[in-house]
């Protein structure tokens, strides 16, 4: 066995639906090759929800690579909305990572959803947000600590929907044997900071415990956001 995976989704404290969705649905364990896909849509009425749960079907049911899994996810959303013009202007992110027999882990990434790595007890977040305040930190215009409370700290630069193209960023992790790796929605990363997020990853509990303390942390913070987690222990 080389892989233990669990998952997690919450409405949070304030929200009456939860926008965000995401693959698999139960935990396992496994040799891999393992998906795993976060989504968090945007939009009016339900069109949010169905945004981020046509991206994660169009990208489970793609053969293929990251880019190409991630490329279907935009045009099933560009699609749904030619049909259905009262959906227009919904988007979603996409954050999705394929975990290989090899302990490669493929990641396809639009939007401000994250991938952290927890190795040895530091936490490096591996995916770039595309967001406005990360452009802004980038540029050197705003200092970190200044990101979680920036008025426009939810704005995304690059969304799955928004155009009949989007460009993919795509990037290779090589895990090792107790590397534990988490996706995630802005609902926890805008809720808790990344040392606290470390602080929970760090537990010896199991993949499915941990996924629910992160989003008891993010709502314990006050649950502003839907939330949504997947953790993959690489353990051998
Ligand atoms: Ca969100």
Known sequence: MSYIW??????????????????PEEGGSGDGPLLAVVADGMGGAVAGEI??????????AADGDPETRVTAA???????????????????????????E????????????RGYR??????????????????????GKIEADEVRNHPQRNLVTRALGMAQRVPVDTLTEHTEAGD????????????ITDEEIAEILRSDDPPEAVA???VEAANEAGGVDNVTV????RVA
């Open 6 to 23: 669990a998952t997690a989704t919450h409405v949070g404290r304030v929200r009456t639906g939860n926008e965000d969705s995401v693959y």
């Open 51 to 60: 945004a981020s749960r046509l991206a994660v079907d169009a990208a489970v």
């Open 74 to 100: 935009n045009t099933a959303i560009v699609e749904a909305v030619i049909a259905d013009p009262s959906l227009g202007g919904m988007g979603t992110t996409a954050t999705l990572a394929m975990f290989e």
């Open 102 to 113: 090899d302990g490669t882990v493929n990641i396809g990434h639009v939007g401000d959803s």
């Open 118 to 139: 927890l190795r040895g007890g530091e936490l490096a977040q591996i995916t770039r947000d595309h967001s406005l305040v990360a452009e802004l930190l980038a540029a």
């Open 180 to 191: 534990r790796i988490l996706l995630c929605s802005d609902g926890l990363n805008g809720m």
């Open 212 to 214: 629910w303390a992160l």
């Open 230 to 233: 997947v953790i993959v222990d």
